[in-house]
């Protein structure tokens, strides 16, 4: 069965850093797009960043552009999402998904996603 397993979540200052991990289990991660979505109290899922599985390529939203990193480590089935310069703005649940055609726009049309992780940014 193909699941995540999500961890570093947590509250940080604003200007401050965080890495949330997924951990997959259940199927070989290098196999797949991943991603990270976040959802805010209220609104809209929104696509924060995907890596393509077919050609490496790393998409970002224009929100987070410059200030997340979103890396893979294949041999540890694990992807992190590392997020600097961290604003009030940021608070969310971020949840870590996959797909296995790509990465797709829209952030519903992922096949398989994580418990999520809360990240909240405050004084």
């Known amino acids: 069965q193909l699941q995540f397993v999500e961890s570093g979540g947590g509250l940080v200052q604003p200007g401050g850093s965080l890495r949330v991990s997924c951990l997959a289990s259940g199927f070989t991660l290098d196999y797949y797009a991943i991603g990270w979505i976040r959802q805010a109290p209220g609104k809209e899922h929104e696509l924060v960043s995907c890596?393509?599985?077919?050609?490496?390529?790393?998409n970002y939203a224009d929100t987070v552009k410059g200030r997340f990193t979103a890396s893979r480590d294949n041999a540890k089935n694990t992807a992190y999402l590392q997020m600097n310069s961290l604003k009030p703005e940021d608070t969310a649940n971020y949840y870590c998904?996959?797909?296995?055609?790509?990465?797709?726009?829209?952030?519903?049309?992922?096949?398989?996603w994580g418990q999520g992780t809360l990240v909240t940014v405050s004084a």
């Open positions: 998904v996959a797909d296995h055609s790509g990465c797709p726009i829209s952030p519903l049309e992922y096949n398989y």
């Open positions: 890596i393509n599985n077919k050609d490496g390529r790393i």
